[in-house]
């Protein structure tokens, strides 16, 4: 029993993983550097007194922190943003802070600890206990840096770091322009704080210890910048049968002893074990592993196209039976490649070997003043996978998204479109009145060229083992200078990644072909729902986009109540909706009937969101591979509380929008072309369709049904068939007051694959019977599932009108807010008389005194608890 017990001793000794990493993400304070009395040096001695420091949110920046102590309000909330005084006016001082934090570490006998920080902005020097841990300054935003701190510590394990944090050395002038003055470029920092089209300034251009903190024991070795590469040759489908894949992997080792280590470095994947005998003598290597061939590996598909399987890979270091390091990462197996369509002259987008039509929404990032966190991310990418979209681009004014967001796409589906941090506005595209420099001149920013590609490689590194990663990009609008763009192109991208695609901009001629003149991107406003249809623009069309203005809920969350007027055509906007960057609604709103409130106005305007973003996913894809390959829409999503272009608010509170573009973007879908009423069907999947039925039928305003047609029949695999029109149909019923058209797919079980209804106007244009139409008392219930999972029944009896447009909404029983956020699996959805839907709502399991509540166009507002 003895030698039993001593062997498994051996066996977990030898198995011993490496301490995890751990975030030093509490506990830190802070302090303006006016009020400092004293260096670095002394101020990293835990025995220097920190009294009336304040509090600091680390990871976070100084505005956040002031907000969190209450030293300043809301910037977010009406016009609070102009009560807090902005870089520019005050100098840098002003917003250059010391931060300082204690904490408990050790080394024991071959432990080697390290300090990291994923992004501070903007400079920065740093200190632990007593001693300078940076030689050289650290700067730069898009980079990270670490630290070998184990002869640092103090042996008593009491520690204390001090860092303070300069703001961007340009933090340009706020002036109204889009990244204001420009010279916000001239560092290498985000863009949209000085301002844009869709946002204010942010007042300490985002100052601070903007990323994590994290510390890292290992033993004599560490292993970092694993890269793994997957190939998937050939034509694959979802669910079948596969062919080998391979799988590449090399790793950095860092061996900072001064003496040669000896042993195992291997890797662990499907339960196979691939290892290589290694010796490393240098401080820092690269060794290549072995390649695996995976026999019939499950693949990763992008969101509408199949499963997202993720294999745990785990890499250890060995020798003389300790686990000197190891690391753990989630890997998708999958393979892209770009092939250009010759039709379209545009590049189309294939995943393991299937071309995939690209449904896309531009993004920011997840907040303006950089308040991260894992259940944001993954709630805002869930959002986007039930959009049914399968990718998102993150625009090149912001940063490359944290690893954090790659996972959430991951999991969800989402291809990701990175640009690097350059944008037409900023970086000298065009003539600016608003800005301070010459194109010219613009045209070289950043000033440090150096700096921006060792980001460039840092950042690579940082994301390039996401399945979800597809597509690089120079920049937004504009290329980076030539001596970035081209070691970028020919030196790093094929050294440290080299499956991947870069466009040299986001509407490169390379990506998408621009036979119609102009800038190719857009339009942004709010489109007649034919032009999607009937307008050719860009073949693959990196931002084209409308409004996004979220209901009477979403509004009173930042707009004060006595702003909260309703915004009329032609008039002077209220400065609160103004300073938000409201977009002009009210002549798309009136057919519906004047707004006569904000309410109203928020509940008209929701008709309009659901009919733009349907129409516009929709015009797109009836074209799909004749003009197009595929549209990022210009923007799905908010980092701060603007009145336009998003799917859901700030607050995570979606809006019509959002299932506008939903239905729209179905990967099955049945729709209605408004330029000849022709029933079209368009199949996003792999493989044919047969024995559909494709059902159409048209209601008036009363409820009365008119049954047109059905038929059985098939479409092809990736394509669009166009079925009949209603034209005749319609004349025939006279429409004068407008009428409802219902479209549906059924299959032999007579199982509804899509449906879409369509609320069409009277002759004059008008929706004068939507404005008289009666109330249809709906039936309501609602069941809990499971945790975190409810269901809501709608009934609509025969006899009644359409019951239209009805918001759902999970909501705390006793106050009525919102429960946020929350997923609908449809949502602003209409009941046909003599139909019911079931509507499932999902949410994080952990709120209890729920209850549903439910309006819509002639529905009475009800809450309904929760059986």
Known sequence: MRKIFISLLLILSFYANAQQPYELNSGWLCLNMKEV?????RLSKTDFPLNNWMPATIPGTVLTTLL???????????????????????????????????????????????????????????????????????????????????????????????????????????????????????????????????????????????????????????????HVITLVPGKRLPDAKQQPATIKVSVEVENPTGQPISGILQYEIAGKLVKKNVTLSAIHSEVNLPDLALENPKLWWPNGYGKQYLYPLNIKFISANQVLDQENLNVGIR???????????????????????????????????????????????????????????????????????????????LLVFQDFWFSGDCNGRWVDPMKKDDQWTRRNYPDNHPLVLTAIEDQIKMIRNHASLAFWCGGNEITPPE????????????????????????????????????????????????????????????????????????????????????????????????????????????????????????MKAQLVNYDQ????????????????????????????????????????????CLYGLRKGSEPLHIMMNPLDSMVTVVNNGFTDRNNLMVQAKVYDMQGKEYFYSQVFNAIGASSVRRFFPLNDFLKKLDKKEGVFVSLKILNEKQSVLSENIYWLAGKDGEYKGLQELKPAPLKITASQKNKGKIEVLLSNEMGHPVAFFNRIALIDSKTGKRILPAFYGDNYISILPGESKTVSVEYNGSQSDLAIEVYGWNVERKKVMIN
Not at 37 to 41: E, L, R, V
Not at 164 to 186: M, S
Not at 484 to 509: A, H, V
Not at 614 to 621: I, P, Q, V
């Open 37 to 41: 009395n004293t260096d670095g040096f």
């Open 68 to 226: 969190n102590n209450k030293k300043i309000p809301d910037p977010f909330y009406g016009m609070n943003n102009e009560k807090i005084p902005d870089i520019y006016k005050t100098g840098n001082d002003y917003y250059t802070y010391w931060f300082v934090k204690d904490f408990e570490e050790k080394a024991l006998g071959n432990e080697q600890v390290w300090l990291q920080f994923r992004g501070i902005n903007y400079k920065a020097e740093i200190y632990l206990n007593g001693k300078k841990v940076n030689p050289k300054t650290l700067e730069g935003m898009h980079l990270r840096s670490q630290y070998n701190i184990t002869k640092l510590l103090s042996s008593t394990g009491k520690n204390r770091i001090a860092v303070i944090v300069f703001p961007p050395d340009f933090p340009g002038n706020a002036n109204g322009g889009q990244g204001g003055d420009g010279t916000i470029a001239k560092g290498l920092t985000t863009q949209y704080t000085a301002g844009w089209d869709w946002i204010q300034p942010i007042r300490d251009r985002n100052t601070g210890i903007w990323d994590k903190v994290t510390i890292e024991k290992t033993k004599n070795i560490k292993i970092q910048n694993p």
């Open 335 to 413: 393979q892209i490649d770009n092939i250009w369509n010759e039709e379209t002259k545009s590049m189309g987008a294939y995943v393991n070997g299937q071309k995939i039509f690209i449904k896309g929404g531009n993004w920011i990032i997840s907040d303006a003043m950089l308040r991260f966190s894992d259940a944001r991310y993954d709630a805002e990418v869930r959002y986007h996978k039930d959009m049914n979209l399968n990718l998102i681009r993150i625009w090149g004014g912001a940063i490359l998204e944290r690893p954090e967001f790659y996972n959430a796409c991951d999991k969800y589906g």
């Open 483 to 602: 001596d970035i763009l081209e070691p970028l192109k020919n030196e790093i991208l094929p050294r440290l990644d080299g499956t991947r695609i870069l466009f040299d901009f986001s509407n490169s001629d390379k990506m998408s072909y621009n036979t119609i003149g102009g800038n190719g991107d857009g339009p942004y406003g709010i489109q007649d729902p034919k032009s999607f249809w009937s307008t050719r623009t860009f073949p693959y069309n990196s931002e084209v986009g409308s409004v996004g203005v979220g209901d009477y809920e979403s509004l009173e969350k930042f707009i004060p109540k006595e702003n909260l007027i309703a915004p009329q055509f032609k008039s002077k906007t209220d400065s609160v909706w103004d300073y938000h960057k409201y977009i002009g609604y009210d002549e798309h709103i009136n057919p519906y009937g004047k707004a006569k409130d904000a309410k109203d106005f928020a």
């Open 613 to 656: 973003y349907r129409a516009l996913m929709e015009g797109f894809s009836s074209h799909m591979w004749e003009w197009y390959t595929g549209s990022i829409i210009w923007k799905t999503q908010n980092p701060w509380t603007a009145l336009r272009g998003q799917m859901y608010d700030y607050y995570l509170d979606p809006n019509a």
